[in-house]
């Protein structure tokens, strides 16, 4: 784990892929919401990744704030941008789409923009409207290019890469305490970034 920004109210983290984000029925201890509880006083959890995603988590570390940003998440006040590579040759260099197909019964919708394309990968930058579990996954499998890497959704493409090729690579909100606007971005881990570079993706994915 790396701490990207920290203050008295916030801690935002930079999560490797593997890792949980909140404690699973094995109780190992080993997420990073239990590894955090031990060395702050407080931590207010209020939102995930996946486990096999990588990216940008933010805590809190007063409850004070818990209102206030739990508030935040509801509203959809909190911009949450995701890099990923996907498998296929169905998409174009510069396409905009939006997936809403509901998940579970309830609706989920997903915007997609296409940065590169190249060897069968695409590179594609997503930002969500809703926050359904796994939904950028699932979205992504039924419209027919998998995420590589994905174990769970991705078929043949879960093979293509030791891990999810998922990064949550900005993320953006009013601080809840001060006001300001904030944020953070977390550059692509290897191998993700070769990957990225070989799906066509630009180096300046979080412009725009």
């Known amino acids: ?30 997420d990073m919401f239990t590894r955090l509880s031990r060395k702050e006083r407080y931590v207010g959890l209020h939102h995930r990744l996946d486990q096999p995603a990588s990216g940008l988590i933010v805590v809190a570390l007063d409850p004070k ?11 959809h006040e909190v911009e949450r941008t995701y890099l ?10 510069g396409q905009r789409l939006t997936w809403d197909k509901p998940l579970d019964g309830v609706p989920a919708v997903t915007d997609v923009e296409v ?12 930002t969500l409207q809703t926050g359904r579990t796994h939904q950028i996954r699932q979205h992504a499998a039924m419209a027919g290019t998998p995420i590589i890497g994905d ?23 009013k601080h809840p305490a001060t006001g300001a606007m904030m944020t953070w971005t977390a550059p692509l881990p290897s191998p993700l970034d070769d990957a990225w570079t070989a799906a066509g993706g630009p180096a300046d994915a979080l412009k725009g």
């Open 65 to 75: 704030i818990n209102a206030a940003l739990a508030g935040a998440f509801f509203n």
């Open 84 to 93: 990923a590579v996907l498998a296929g040759d169905a998409l174009q260099a």
């Open 151 to 173: 174990r769970r959704y991705g078929g043949d493409a879960g093979t293509w890469l030791e891990r999810l090729a998922l990064h949550a690579a900005r993320l953006k909100l």
């Open 1 to 30: 784990m790396r701490a990207v920004f920290r203050d008295k109210w916030l801690l935002v983290i930079d999560k490797p892929s593997g890792l949980a984000s909140q404690p699973d029925e094995d109780g190992s201890g080993q």
């Open 115 to 126: 940065l590169g394309t190249g060897g069968g990968l695409i590179a594609a930058r997503f």
